[in-house]
């Protein structure tokens, strides 16, 4: 009895990598290509059209990349499954892309053997995060107890100044820690921060 294929869609804006990426997984026999999409937000309407079984998503395109398509796409089906496509390891997106329900990160430097068994594990259900990738996101995840102090201060509307006397420390100091808890929340803003902590159960009401 033969099995189905398992179907993919490619999201990538560079229409060499994409067409590489085409060209190498259409000789795999179990492997079916139902749609290519050249930004997030086409991704998001291809994945509507087609429900593919696994998606390949490049990180960075224009308008919103992969990790955004991918949050989108799962609001509509959390049971979507995808790979990121990136050509860097940063540990930030890294992160970003396990917070949003990836199932794995692949550079795209990996060989077409790499690649295929990256998929077809994805769609079996099987996580390709290395222990390595996920200690540094639960590490990520982690705020200091200075970090917390001056996400408190920020929960409360203080400006840099105010929070920097009530810790005694220098207001230099705070826009560091300030630009670091924006960027290990993932928040826009101050507020987006403020709004993260009392999310993660960080900050109390009241």
Not at 16 to 28: F, T
Not at 48 to 61: F, N, S
Not at 87 to 100: D, N, R
Not at 107 to 129: M, S
Request: glycine content about 8%; some cysteine.
């Amino acid at each position: 009895m033969n099995t189905a294929p398992t179907r993919l869609l490619i999201a990538d804006d560079h229409v060499v990598v994409r067409l590489g990426l085409v060209s190498m997984l259409a000789i795999e026999e179990d492997l079916e290509i139902i749609a290519e999409a050249c930004n997030g937000e086409q991704a998001v309407v291809l994945y509507e059209q087609h429900r593919p079984d696994v998606m390949l998503l490049d990180v960075r395109m224009p308008g919103f990349g992969g990790i955004e398509a991918l949050r989108r796409i799962r609001a509509l089906n959390p049971e979507a499954i995808a790979l990121m496509l990136s050509t860097s390891e940063l540990e930030t997106e890294v992160a970003l892309a396990f917070e949003a329900g990836a199932v794995g990160y692949i550079l795209k430097t990996e060989n077409q053997e790499t690649l295929v068994a990256a998929i077809r594990a994805a769609a079996q259900g099987r996580r390709l995060f290395t222990s390595v990738a996920l200690a540094r996101i639960a590490d990520r995840r982690k705020l200091s107890r200075r970090e917390l102090d001056v996400l408190q201060g920020m929960s409360r509307g203080l400006a840099n100044k105010e929070i920097a006397g009530e810790l005694g420390i220098s207001e230099h100091t705070v826009k560091c820690y300030v630009k670091t808890l924006l960027d290990k929340l993932d928040a826009p803003d101050r507020a987006g921060a403020g709004s993260s902590g009392f999310a993660h159960g960080w900050l109390k009401v009241g």
